[in-house]
């Protein structure tokens, strides 16, 4: 069975940093388009970042500069480094997978995380 399990989520002062792991069962993950999304309450899940088998990356201009996707093959998990966050940037994160060759910031992905919550918060 295909999963994802999100995790590192936490409280965390403006300025600082986390890092969320997004680990899979059941699949070889570097064979996935990953993205990760979030979404803040009451607004729509939004893309954030994504990781193509290739390993190549995107991002949403917004947020170029403070976030950076990777990928342990090794581990099978794939990880969002979160600098200098904002308050702004609270939200449930979430991973999602699909059997795809790019990686696109759409949440039309086939498999999905439980989520887990980011706040920003003094």
């Known amino acids: 069975q295909l999963q994802l399990v999100e995790s590192g989520g936490g409280l965390v002062q403006p300025g600082g940093s986390l890092r969320l792991s997004c680990a899979a069962s059941?699949?070889?993950?570097?064979?996935?388009?990953i993205g990760w999304f979030r979404q803040a309450p009451g607004k729509e899940r939004e893309g954030v970042s994504c990781?193509?088998?290739?390993?190549?990356?995107k991002y949403v201009d917004s947020l170029k500069g403070r976030f950076t996707i990777s990928r342990d093959n090794a581990k099978n998990t794939v990880y969002l480094q979160m600098n200098s966050l904002k308050p702004e940037d609270t939200a449930i994160y979430y991973c999602?997978?699909?059997?795809?060759?790019?990686?696109?910031?759409?949440?039309?992905?086939?498999?999905w995380g439980q989520g887990t919550r980011v706040t920003v918060s003094s």
């Open positions: 999602a997978a699909t059997n795809q060759a790019m990686c696109f910031m759409s949440p039309l992905y086939d498999y």
């Open positions: 059941g699949f070889t993950l570097r064979y996935y388009a």
């Open positions: 990781i193509s088998p290739s390993g190549s990356t």
